[in-house]
Nanobody
Framework: QVQLVETGGGLVPAGGSLRLSCAAS????????MAWFRQAPGKERDFVAA???????YYKDSVRGRFTISRDNAKNTAYLQLSSLKPEDTAVYYC????????????????WGQGTQVTVSS
């Protein structure tokens, strides 16, 4: 059984930083794709960042330069470093994984975590 467990969310002031972690178990994604999505109240779940084979990275335009996705294959864990946070970054952040391919839409990912809340105060 595949499980993705996110940790690291919290309440931070605007301009602050957080580091989210996504630990996978039950399946190895070292040659696959791990991604982060976020969902604000009343909005759709949106792509934030992904890391694929050979550690190529992909970002939503509004977070590029502020967020950094990385992975530790030995730990089967992905990370999302959030910096220069803005109130509009407030959302539940979800980790997702797929065996291959880079996708910007949520329905393409078969594996999901439960989400972690990030709240940025103004």
């Amino acid at each position: 059984q595949v499980q993705l467990v996110e940790t690291g969310g919290g309440l931070v002031p605007a301009g602050g930083s957080l580091r989210l972690s996504c630990a996978a178990s039950g399946r190895t994604f070292s040659s696959g794709t791990m991604a982060w999505f976020r969902q604000a109240p009343g909005k759709e779940r949106d792509f934030v960042a992904a890391i694929g084979t050979n550690d190529y990275t992909y970002y939503k335009d509004s977070v590029r330069g502020r967020f950094t996705i990385s992975r530790d294959n030995a730990k089967n864990t992905a990370y999302l470093q959030l910096s220069s946070l803005k109130p509009e970054d407030t959302a539940v952040y979800y980790c997702a994984a797929a065996d291959r391919g880079i996708f910007y839409f949520a329905s393409a990912y078969p594996y999901w975590g439960q989400g972690t809340q990030v709240t940025v105060s103004s």
